[in-house]
């Protein structure tokens, strides 16, 4: 009855096998960690995707607008004049325009003696582009009337490699991506556990209790390069976005933040009993990481003061190694602080949650 | 079943060494300010079937996971195949791979498939059983690839029942093994477990079904509010009853007790709840006596069964509340 011990299977092996092929069969998480990002990646990527050079509208009115704009045709100097439409308009017209963004500028003109008209500039300043559209109108509505510039300038113009909106994204989904496969497929995964009561099965069994959590730790790095890997495949693919960093650094980046996270889902994990409250945790770490971490837009558009404490989220730290490594093409030393901030919240995370778990 | 089938089944489970493979000693286990287990001694002796009877809430489960190495108790000792938990986690794994545990309750991963999990558990323990032998003893071959979702609850018992069997375990404790199941798979399991003593394994039992009890276990110790209020073989129990069947009567008016007591073969008679019990030794030829008083008397019967007598009887008598009860 006692049977070949030789071949019996090894116990990490089945263990990693196990949360494997659990995850595999599993039809919403697949959903959530493959399909999802590639969604967001599709969506995003369309709606800000490049147009070339912003193009900026101006609204002209009064008795000497048509002869401004004539006079501003017949220029047509070298520059900005092909991103600018100029269009005669009457006062309800532009006011309007104004109001509802369609114009960045009003030119209103009034004939006076003399030659040149009086021009006023009607705008609001906190819009971007209506500064930008004065500036421009302005240098063009000198010439029109015999400025000569004193010094003759060149231009040079090339597109920024790794400067696209879609560019800047990427990064960012890879983080949430790791985050979130972390935090709900190693995190929730072992509440769920301990909540069917497998924790204790297991605890009955000589199972080494390290082999457990070791199967957790292996199968994520096999499912981190599963899901990187696919979607950095798909947004070179439709969208050419190109690591112009070592893929060796971005892997090691990729791998520094799924320890990081998984050791903060391990610690929430830790001793959490019912899946709601596991839930709740996790959305509560989660959140303000999304908020602030610069997934989708640059966190230096925060107040500075927060600067420094958004650096130290992981999340951050995660985001702008792979930013670097992926837009920048930086090596390891120009990314050891995001690196050693992720390596600390691992430590740390680790270290607590491996002398509080519980088994039941 | 009668009485005499009882002892027989008991009878035929091979003779039990002495060794207590498990041994405990005024155990007491609480939660806080409520206690589990008040003051359980005892000793399993190796080979046999031993089952702890008792209603939800008894203390049997709490018991037998101090027994299992999942709960430390408040005081007392606690001796496991000459071992003691705690003193070692090398210690503990050791032990852990010559015990199986059915636990009441356990989910398995549902997506997982019944070969799948049995490996699972087989590669925790250094020597065990072939997956596909354990399969076929438990009449899992055309359940082998199928997922644990798409189980019946019998058929999910028998997977727990292969996790606990699959390192060839010396002890093997099953919590409820039975509870929520049809009648067919609970005798599959029964026959299981019987298969189990028959190798010489030593088997604990927990249930709140009284014929489990009595069909599996050489000795049964009834729990109560987590104290053992009596321990002997289930024939040993039903003769503390002083009779072999009982008599129940359902009838208005007032009952002449001391006449019906006066009748030969009438042991004992009580009023419970509505009714009234009579524990006598032979049915069919103490009623005639019993009907006749009653008519003499002018009572009408509003109706009558009778039954053997059981360890829920036996139960009954100790405490005043039936198995079912919390």
């Known amino acids: 009855m006692n049977k070949d011990s030789a071949r019996r299977p090894h116990p990490l092996v089945e263990l990693t096998k196990a949360r494997f092929l659990e995850f595999l069969r599993d039809h919403s998480a697949i959903f959530w960690v493959f399909v999802f990002p590639i969604l967001l990646t599709v969506v995003l990527g369309i709606a800000f995707k490049n147009q070339g050079p912003e193009k900026i509208e101006v609204g002209f009115l009064g008795p000497a607008a048509e002869e401004l704009v004539g006079r501003i045709d017949a220029q047509k100097p070298a520059g900005k004049q092909g991103q600018l439409k100029l269009t005669l308009m009457n006062p309800r017209q ?37 500064q930008m559209a004065r500036l421009a109108v302005d240098n063009l509505v000198q010439r029109a009337y015999g400025r000569i510039d004193a010094v003759h300038v060149s231009e040079e113009q090339a597109e920024e490699k790794g400067g696209r909106y ?183 995370s680790f270290s607590i949650a491996l002398k509080i778990f519980k088994w039941h | 079943m009668s009485m005499d089938e009882y002892q027989l089944n008991c009878n035929s489970q091979p003779s039990a060494d002495v060794t207590p493979v498990i041994r405990c000693r005024d155990l ?77 309750e356990t989910h398995f991963p549902e997506n997982l498939t019944v070969f799948e999990i049995i490996r699972l558990f087989r590669s925790f323990y250094r020597g065990g059983r072939e997956i596909n032998d354990l399969i076929s003893l438990l009449g899992l071959e055309e359940k082998r690839n199928a997922r644990v979702g798409k189980l019946s609850g019998g058929q999910r018992q028998r997977l727990a029942l292969s996790c606990a069997l699959v390192g060839n375990p010396e002890i093997i404790f099953l919590d409820e093994p039975t509870t929520g199941l049809d009648p067919q798979a609970r005798l599959v399991i029964w026959q299981a477990v019987e298969a189990l003593v028959r190798d010489g394994r030593t088997v ?92 003499v008397q002018g009572m009408r019967v509003d109706s009558v ?8 009887d036996v139960f009954v008598q100790l405490t005043g509340k039936g198995l079912g009860d919390e």
């Open chain 2, 204 to 295: 604990v039992l927990t249930t709140h079904y009284m014929e489990e009890a009595a069909r599996l276990c050489r000795r049964v110790g009834i729990i109560d509010s987590g104290r053992l209020i009596a321990l002997d073989s289930p024939a040993g129990l039903v003769r503390t009853l002083g009779a072999g069947e009982i008599v129940e009567l359902k009838m208005e008016g007032e009952f002449p007790l001391e006449s019906v007591r006066r009748v030969p073969g009438v042991h004992r008679a009580e009023k419970r709840d509505r009714q009234w019990i009579l524990m006598v030794n032979d049915s069919a030829q103490t009623l005639p006596g019993i009907l006749n008083t009653l008519s």
């Open chain 1, 166 to 348: 879609i560019d800047f994204l990427i990064p960012g989904l890879i983080g949430l991506n790791v985050m979130g496969s972390c935090m709900w497929g190693l995190g929730y995964a072992i509440v769920d556990s301990r909540r069917r009561k497998l924790l204790k099965r297991f605890a009955v069994t000589p199972m080494n209790r390290s082999h457990f959590l070791l199967s957790f730790a292996l199968s994520r790095i096999i499912f981190l390069v599963m899901e990187v890997g696919f979607l950095v495949l798909f947004a070179f693919l439709v969208f050419s976005v190109r690591i112009q960093g070592d893929i060796f650094t971005l892997a090691l980046v990729a791998l520094v933040g799924t320890a990081a996270f998984s050791g903060l889902a391990l610690l929430i994990a830790s001793r959490t009993a019912s899946t709601e409250a596991a839930s709740g945790w996790m959305n509560l770490v989660q959140l303000p990481m999304w908020l602030l971490s610069g997934s989708f837009f640059a966190y230096s558009r925060f107040p500075e003061f927060l600067h420094p404490w958004i650096r130290f989220l992981p999340l951050t730290a995660l985001n702008d190694a792979a930013r670097a490594v992926m837009n920048d093409g930086s090596g390891i030393s120009a990314i050891t602080w995001e690196l050693a901030v992720l390596a600390f919240w691992s430590l740390i």
């Open chain 2, 305 to 312: 069964s009778t039954h053997q007598a059981t360890l829920e």
């Open chain 2, 28 to 104: 007491v286990v609480a939660y806080g300010s409520l206690v589990a287990v008040n003051g359980l001694s005892l000793k399993i002796r190796r080979g046999e079937c031993f089952g702890l009877l008792g209603p939800n809430g008894a203390g049997k489960t709490t018991a037998v996971e101090v027994f299992e190495g999942l709960l430390r108790p408040r005081s007392g000792s606690v001796e496991i195949l000459g071992e003691t938990w705690g003193r070692s986690e090398a210690g503990d794994r050791r032990l852990r791979q010559r015990l199986g545990v059915a636990l009441q």
């Open chain 1, 94 to 130: 532009a006011s309007a325009a104004l109001k509802s963004g369609k114009i960045d500028l009003i030119v209103r003109t009034e004939p006076q003696a003399g030659g040149t008209p009086m021009i006023t500039y009607q705008y609001d300043p906190a819009r971007p582009g209506a």
